[in-house]
């Protein structure tokens, strides 16, 4: 199994709601990672967990807490967000020892529109 | 501050002949540089990737090319297929010792044309 896989493919929700993003992977791979992109801008860095630690926090707003059960899942959980929210949120893992032979694995991403 | 930036959106080809996007750095802390094809609403698709160490790397139609006193690096496609025509963006990986992450770039459109 050489995926990421991401659920929902699709999620609107209200500003007033709480809801979750997940992604599950099967590499064996130790780190894993929370993107945002939104139209035409690169992806851009949100949270990175190593050996199920939260090592990095890119200045996230509270409203996005991220959580890693266990080595394989990763959860984004979503509260009280704003418009200016809706974009495509990646996940993406890897191996994350020195060498970088194969890169970060992404997900399809979940296309998150906020009303 | 962007980091690694891709100073041209958009790029077209002819089918057939050589594509070449560019991108520049300028984090020398970088010990990575990678590259991703990315389509509207999908993840990005690594291509190839090289360590700071070396200057080319090949795989199959892709060549890469780091250049480090000149904080550039460059992707080669020959010969360039219609089904290349995506959004490439360059990326490149910071490693604290505890956790790495990647930063992209700006990202180049390219089209392949018949």
């Known amino acids: 199994d050489t995926e990421v896989t991401q659920t929902p493919k699709h999620l609107v929700m209200g500003m007033t709601n709480k809801k979750s993003l997940k992604c599950e992977q099967h590499?064996?791979?130790?780190?894993m990672y929370w993107y945002k992109q939104k139209a035409k801008k690169p992806p851009e860095l949100m949270f990175v967990?190593?050996?199920?630690?939260?090592?990095i926090n890119e200045s996230v707003p509270s409203r996005f807490s991220p959580e890693c059960p266990n080595s394989s899942l990763l959860n984004l959980h979503l509260h009280a967000l704003q418009p200016e929210d809706s974009a495509l949120y990646l996940c993406?893992?890897?191996?994350?020892?020195?060498?970088?032979?194969?890169?970060?694995?992404f997900g399809s991403g979940t296309r998150l529109t906020v009303v | 501050d962007q980091q690694v930036k891709q100073n041209s959106p958009s790029l077209s080809v002819q089918e057939g002949r050589i594509s070449i996007l560019n991108c520049d750095y300028t984090?020398?802390?970088?010990?990575?540089f990678l590259w991703y094809k990315k389509y509207p609403a999908e993840g990005p698709t690594f291509l190839i990737s090289?360590?700071?160490?070396?200057d080319k790397n090949e795989d199959g139609r892709f060549t890469v090319f780091l250049n480090k006193s000149a904080k550039h690096l460059s992707l080669h496609i020959v010969p360039s297929q219609p089904g290349d025509s995506a959004v490439y963006f360059c990326?490149?990986?910071?490693?604290?010792?505890?956790?790495?992450?990647?930063?992209f770039g700006t990202g180049t459109r390219l089209q392949v044309t018949l």
């Open positions: 993406a893992s890897s191996q994350d020892g020195p060498g970088l032979t194969y890169g970060y694995t």
């Open positions: 590499m064996g791979h130790r780190a």
């Open positions: 967990y190593s050996y199920e630690k939260l090592s």
């Open positions: 984090n020398s802390m970088f010990d990575y």
């Open positions: 090289i360590s700071s160490i070396k």
């Open positions: 990326a490149a990986r910071t490693n604290t010792g505890t956790a790495s992450k990647l930063t």
